[in-house]
């Protein structure tokens, strides 16, 4: 499973109509927009998918039109986590986990755990997991940062836990877990403005969110990198730079589906607490996006 979550994962969007109900449709479209681009595999509520707005209800709905729309063709990493340790085990049992390869879980965000907490945490999830598990450490949103000793422990300590997202924007801190991990310990980027250097440095690939309008162009990147192809891997990474960091302007997703729109896939539609993309943010992408080449 290590060798096939290696490369580019995308962190699905979850379209809403008009009224904000999930759009399957659109879903359908997102999906297969990502698989013919050349993705990797696929991250269905995450983060990027406003999972925390959706009920139980509609997160089987949107795991169960990916799975179906996938199809095999990608394995699929489900998101799941959450801040009370006990709840997140009774999760798991929630989940038709049919088409299923991994979880994804985040740090436990507001309680602002210890090192060993997390590390207890994570060791619970770990014996509850019928999946591997990647780790996802994010503390610009969790407050907490797991550090490098952590997550090199929990990995040699289990079996299942096979990687992590690391997503600090510290490329110090993921070369510490890149130098000391297993030799088959997935490290994949949670940053895209940091994907080229990261991969350079070790990185196996990303979890990606422009990957859900560019995966063609940012899956050569990551391509071009692996094989040593400095030149061509700048040369993408400076092309998406100034778009990758209007994306997360207003917040994630609203940048992305503003894309996404301008593209004709789904529609802009996020649910509160976000707002939909500015007009003038949605100006400036759609000029960007015409210097983007693809």
């Known amino acids: 499973m290590n060798q096939k979550l290696q490369g580019l994962g995308v ?16 879903l359908t479209r997102v999906v297969n927009h990502v698989i013919d681009g050349g993705a990797d595999f696929l991250v269905v509520l995450g983060t990027t998918s406003e999972a925390p707005t959706m009920s139980m209800e509609e997160k089987k709905l949107v795991l169960k039109t990916v799975v179906e729309t996938n199809d095999g063709k990608l394995p699929i990493v489900l998101g ?17 986990l049919k088409g299923v390869d991994a979880f994804l879980s985040v740090v436990p965000y507001y309680n602002k755990p210890t090192q060993e907490g997390l590390a207890a945490h994570f060791s619970a999830l770990s014996k509850a997991s019928p999946l591997p598990i990647i780790l996802y450490n994010v503390p610009g949103r969790t407050v907490t940062n797991m550090l490098p000793h952590t997550t ?19 490329i110090a801190q993921g070369m510490k ?11 994949l980027s949670g940053d895209d403005d940091l994907v080229m250097p990261q991969v ?34 700048k040369a993408i990474h400076y092309q998406l730079l100034t778009l990758i960091d209007m994306l997360f302007e207003e917040g ?7 894309v996404l729109t301008e593209m004709g896939i789904a529609q802009s539609f996020v649910r509160l607490p976000l707002l939909p993309a500015s ?9 960007e996006m015409a210097t983007i080449s693809h």
Request: charged share 25%; glycine share 10%.
């Open 11 to 26: 962190a699905l969007v979850t379209p809403f109509n008009e009224e904000l109900s999930v759009d399957e449709s659109a």
């Open 80 to 96: 799941l986590g959450g801040n009370n340790t006990q709840e997140l085990l009774a999760d798991i049992e929630s989940h038709d």
């Open 152 to 170: 090199v422990n929990l990995g040699k300590e289990h079996k299942n836990i096979i990687g992590i997202k690391e997503a600090s924007g510290n």
């Open 177 to 187: 877990i890149v130098q000391n991990a297993p030799a088959d310990f997935l490290i």
């Open 200 to 233: 350079a440095a070790g990185f196996h690939g990303v979890i990606s969110v422009v990957g859900n309008a560019y995966p063609k162009l940012f899956k050569d990147m990551i391509t071009a990198i692996k094989a040593g192809d400095l030149e061509k891997g």
């Open 252 to 258: 994630n997703p609203a940048g992305v589906k503003a």
């Open 279 to 287: 007009s003038g943010l949605k100006n400036r992408l759609k000029e």
